[in-house]
């Protein structure tokens, strides 16, 4: 499957979407499960690895992305809302290891659905980032490669 980006006309909003041949319920534990996110997250070479996950309201989700030197680039995720197999809306930031956000790159809302279809389930990502200036940069770090990439690990963890 292919994941396909548009830039909404705003300049601060970028939509990834991609269909995956597994039902929701089996997306959605990939999407919320610790061991499970481990398995795909990052884009090879490199590994997530969880350090903390709290998947509530209000909870969040820490992890490192790990190179394949053993370089660890800390990340989290602070969850507001929350409709099991529907939807996830949560803050995503760079971090140092005790979980306290990093300037940069800027931290951004991330927005995803997920919907049934007659074939497995599509995912709707909405990032959205204070300024158009932001989203530039996370694109000039290979967002779109590297997040094209993890969807990749996922379908490969959905068929095992």
Request: aromatic letters at 10%.
């Amino acid at each position: 499957m292919e994941t396909t980006y548009e830039v909404a006309p705003s300049g601060n909003q970028l939509t990834a979407k991609r269909t995956v041949n597994a039902p929701r319920e089996k997306v959605w534990r990939a999407w919320t499960d610790a061991t499970l996110l481990d398995k795909w997250w990052a884009p090879k070479p490199y590994r997530a690895e969880t350090k903390s996950m709290n998947f509530t309201e209000g909870g969040r989700w820490h992890y490192a992305m790990v190179g394949p030197g053993g370089d660890k680039h800390w990340c989290k995720s602070e969850y507001k809302t929350i409709q099991p197999q529907e939807r996830i809306v949560h803050v995503n930031a760079f971090s140092d290891e005790e979980g306290n956000t990093v300037p940069a790159p800027p931290s951004h809302l991330w927005q995803t659905e997920f919907t049934a279809t007659p074939t497995g389930t599509s995912i709707t990502v909405v990032l959205t980032f204070d300024n158009p200036a932001d989203l530039d940069r996370i694109m000039e770090m290979g967002f779109k490669e590297g997040f094209a990439a993890a969807l990749g690990n996922l379908d490969e963890t959905l068929a095992a």
